[in-house]
C-alpha cells in the first residue's frame, strides 16, 4: 500500500525558503505524477505543483515565480522548495499521487509550516 | 483564488438527501475536464470521495455520488449519517494561463 511522509521545517523565517520533501513508499515515484497541495489555516485548499519523473512539471501561477518542484527517483522522493516566503505561505503543506482524471488519490498526512520571525 | 464556486454550508437531518454544487466555467468543467470530489473530516487528510464526475474508489458508499451537466458538478449524498459531517471540495483542470489544477471554495456539511 502505497504511503506518502512529507517532512522539512515546521518554522520558516519571512523571505527565507520554505523546503520540503515527501517520501514514497510502496510504489515506484516513476509511474505517476506527484503533487504539492497546501490549505492555509482555516481555509480552502489550493494547488502548488505538480512532477511527473521525465522532469515535466507544473505551477499555479500565482506562484510559478517562487516554486521549484523537483523529484530524486533515487531516494523515491520528491520536493518543493517556495523562495521569499511571508505570512501568506503559512499553511499545511499535502504531498498527493495524481491518478484517473487528474484526481489526488493518496495524501501524506500533512506538514504545518509556519512563516514567523 | 477559487475558480469553482461552492455553497459555504448545507445541513441536512439525518437519513435525508442532500447535494453540493460546484460552478465552473467554460475553461474547466465547461471544457469537458473531469470533476473529483474529496471528503475532509474536521482535523483528517482529504479523502478522494468521486473521480471522474462519477466514480467511486473502492471503499466509498453508494450513498454518494457525482454527476456533471455543462459548467457545473453536483455531488449528493443519500441516508445522511452523523459521520458524514465534513468539508467538501470539487476540484477539476482549469486550461487558462498554462494549465492548472483548481479546488472549490470548500462546502460544510451539517447533520442536524
Known amino acids: 500500500q502505497v504511503q506518502l511522509q512529507e517532512s522539512g521545517p515546521g518554522l520558516v523565517k519571512p523571505s527565507e525558503t520554505l523546503s520540503l520533501t515527501c517520501t514514497v513508499s510502496?510504489?515506484?515515484?516513476?509511474?505517476?505524477?506527484w503533487s504539492w497541495i497546501r490549505q492555509p489555516p482555516g481555509k480552502g485548499l489550493e494547488w502548488v505543483a505538480y512532477?511527473?519523473?521525465?522532469?515535466?512539471?507544473n505551477y499555479n501561477p500565482s506562484l510559478k515565480s517562487r516554486v521549484t518542484i523537483s523529484l530524486d527517483t533515487s531516494k523515491n522522493q520528491f520536493s518543493l522548495k517556495l523562495t521569499s516566503v511571508t505570512a501568506a505561505d503559512t499553511a499545511v503543506y499535502y504531498c498527493?499521487?495524481?491518478?484517473?482524471?487528474?484526481?489526488?488519490?493518496?495524501w501524506g498526512q500533512g506538514t504545518m509550516v509556519s512563516v514567523s520571525s | 483564488q477559487s475558480v469553482l464556486t461552492q455553497p459555504p454550508s448545507v445541513s441536512g437531518a439525518p437519513g435525508q438527501r442532500v447535494t453540493i454544487s460546484c460552478t465552473g466555467s467554460?475553461?474547466?468543467?465547461?471544457?469537458?475536464?473531469?470533476v473529483n470530489w474529496y471528503q475532509q473530516l474536521p482535523g483528517t487528510v482529504p479523502k478522494l470521495l468521486i473521480y471522474?464526475?462519477?466514480n467511486r474508489p473502492s471503499g466509498v458508499p453508494d450513498r454518494f455520488s457525482g454527476s456533471k451537466s455543462g459548467t457545473s458538478a453536483s455531488l449528493a449524498i443519500t441516508g445522511l449519517q452523523a459521520d458524514d459531517e465534513a468539508d467538501y471540495y470539487c476540484?477539476?483542470?482549469?486550461?487558462?494561463?498554462?494549465?492548472?489544477?483548481?479546488f472549490g471554495t470548500g462546502t460544510k456539511v451539517t447533520v442536524l
Open positions: 476540484q477539476s483542470y482549469d486550461s487558462r494561463l498554462g494549465g492548472l489544477y483548481v
Open positions: 510502496g510504489d515506484s515515484i516513476s509511474d505517476y505524477y
Open positions: 467554460s475553461s474547466n468543467i465547461g471544457a469537458g475536464y473531469d
Open positions: 512532477i511527473y519523473y521525465s522532469g515535466t512539471t
Open positions: 498527493a499521487r495524481v491518478r484517473f482524471s487528474g484526481a489526488f488519490d493518496m
Open positions: 471522474g464526475n462519477t
